[in-house]
């Protein structure tokens, strides 16, 4: 993979790789720095405060438009106001901070230019960077300015500064090339190549003002606003007992007016004195809906759930509940995001960071290599080494590196200490008993060939060398025609079986052929059978 246009300075002319002082001041200079006064002013306005169905819809419309700055006022906004939405927004966003990106080194890639690369990509201040770059999950895209400096290394090393993106607009044509405001401008300047990394996560086709999860998630937002304060107002009225002060009809104003200021100290102290004749009571409401779960609450945790929706892609992580059989089929969701995620990271990395510190440090034209950031897929290491242990004894042949991969663990190298298995115990040795010496004198009959009960040759060392005698000749006789004799019972309880709707009706028909099955057959070869039996032993000598 080669380098694409050449990388221009600042000043609009081609980087070279040795660069002048003044080149290299001005690579280090800030150029998006906010300001006190100006497009890129500090001070911002609250437009969450007091935020109405028909402003939010004003400011969704007008960030289309071009005036994005309330919208994003507003995203920044959400973030601080909405414990959920911040939680599930950055738990999308640090999916892949602490993913270590790699080096896909091709064979014209030089081995120098991907070390330098590789330690890049190793610097310690890199997650922090691409924690600011997922920002613009939330509102559409997310700009960090570039400052070029001499590191400790003889290259140009890049420091990364986080920059407001209400500090940019966008062209008036495509709505999608993001620009620098600037005084005096309409649709801002255009970014000095090499000086910005501008991430775009594609969560949905179109502009990316209308991409960001703020814009998916503000009605919600102003919805639970909504839910929230009228559930405070609910709990004010109704979350502490009526009060109810009752007085004699002779009581005069002064007592009535004890009475009141007693009722009134109840609310504010939670005690009170009154005289003996007169009676307070505390009224409990039973308002339907008042308890455990309110209208109010159902509301905002449905809000909540469509929120987590839209940035996890499920519910099943943030909220409570569910068996491990859906955890395990929402995470793998998840994984789906966090790897579309990651592709499209490494895809803004490799076009504004990895092409323009090659071009600065190798020169223009030098052959770029590939950065990628791995997500592995979870691994259930219980049913790989389950299918392994059955598959490999059958001649199933594979990679030993393959397996290691699949369940992270590494190949060992020499001089490691490596895990092997257990060798079996060796039984120790014991004197022999009474039933040993039994035992040895009974195989040492049969070695001689004679029975141990009658001393007749009766016994072989080796019974497949043996020649079949005449108990063998009968069994194999009777067995040689077992499919004809049962074949009539088989035929019936399939029949039966075939006929049954469920278990039950078929165990009733199997009780009604007790009766029925044609048994004759079998019963006369069983006969037969016992016949011969009964006259082969009468032949030996032998008698049950």
């Known amino acids: 993979m080669h380098g694409p246009r050449p990388i221009l300075g600042p000043d609009g002319r081609p980087v070279r790789r040795e660069l002048s002082p003044s080149d290299r001041r001005k690579a280090s200079e800030e150029i998006a720095a906010p300001e006190l006064v100006g497009v890129r002013t500090l001070w911002d306005q609250s437009v969450a405060s007091g935020l109405k169905p028909e402003r939010l819809a004003a400011l969704l419309r007008g960030a289309i438009r071009g005036d994005h700055r309330p919208y994003l006022e507003l995203a920044e906004e959400m973030e601080e106001r909405d414990n959920h939405y911040a939680s599930v927004l950055r738990t999308r966003k640090l999916a892949l901070a602490e993913i270590r990106p790699s080096v896909i080194d091709g064979p014209k890639d030089d081995p120098k230019i991907v070390a330098a690369v590789q330690q890049l990509l190793d610097d310690p201040l890199l997650p922090d960077m691409i924690e600011d770059l997922m920002d613009g999950l939330g509102k559409g895209y997310s700009v960090v300015e570039i400052l070029w400096g001499q590191g400790p290394q003889p290259w140009l090393k890049p420091y990364y500064v986080w920059r407001d993106p209400k500090y940019f607009t966008f062209d008036f044509i495509s709505r999608s090339e993001v620009r620098l405001q600037a005084l005096g401008t309409i649709d801002g300047l255009e970014l000095p190549p090499s000086r910005f990394i501008v991430h775009a996560p594609k969560i949905k086709s179109g502009i990316p003002i209308r991409g960001g999860f703020a814009r998916a998630c503000a009605w919600a937002f102003l919805f639970k606003n909504y839910a929230l304060k009228d559930w405070a107002s609910f709990l004010d009225i109704y979350g502490m007992p009526i009060r109810l002060g009752k007085y004699n009809p002779a009581a005069t104003p002064e007592d009535r007016r004890k009475l009141l200021q007693a009722v009134t100290q109840i609310a504010a102290d939670a005690a009170a004195i009154i005289p003996e004749s007169m009676i307070i009571e505390l009224l409990e409401t039973k308002s339907a809906g008042f308890g455990a779960s309110t209208p109010f609450e159902s509301l905002c945790r449905f809000l909540d759930q469509q929120m987590s929706k839209a940035i996890l892609g499920q519910t099943m992580t943030s909220e409570n509940g569910g068996s491990l059989a859906q955890a395990q089929v929402h995470n793998q969701i998840r994984i789906d995001l966090k790897q579309?995620?990651?592709?499209?990271?490494?895809?803004?990395?490799?076009?504004?960071?990895?092409?323009?510190?090659?071009?600065?440090n190798f020169g223009d034209g030098a052959p770029v290599p590939r950065v990628v950031i791995p997500v592995a897929e979870p691994q259930d290491v219980a049913a790989i080494s389950n299918a392994l242990a059955i598959l490999v004894p059958l001649g199933l042949k594979v990679k030993a590196d393959e397996v290691r991969e699949k369940i992270g663990l590494s190949k060992p190298e020499d001089g490691d200490e490596v895990l092997a298995p257990a060798k079996p115990k060796e039984p120790a040795p014991k004197a022999p008993g009474d039933r040993e010496l039994a035992d040895a004198a009974t195989n040492s009959q049969r070695l001689r060939g004679g029975c141990p009960c009658c001393g007749e040759t009766r016994v072989s060392l080796n019974a497949e060398?043996?020649?079949p005698d005449a108990v063998d000749a009968i069994g194999a006789e009777e067995a040689a025609d077992w499919e004809e004799q049962l074949g009539p019972l088989k035929d019936a309880i399939q029949d039966a079986l075939k006929a049954s709707s469920s278990y039950e009706e078929f165990q009733a028909r199997l009780n009604e052929l007790l009766s029925d099955l044609p048994t004759e057959e079998?019963?006369?070869?069983l006969a037969i059978s016992a016949l011969k039996a009964r006259g082969f032993g009468l032949a030996g000598g032998k008698r049950d």
């Open 340 to 360: 579309a995620d990651a592709r499209q990271l490494a895809a803004t990395l490799n076009r504004d960071l990895i092409a323009p510190f090659v071009a600065f």
């Open 465 to 467: 060398s043996a020649e």
């Open 522 to 525: 079998l019963e006369q070869r």
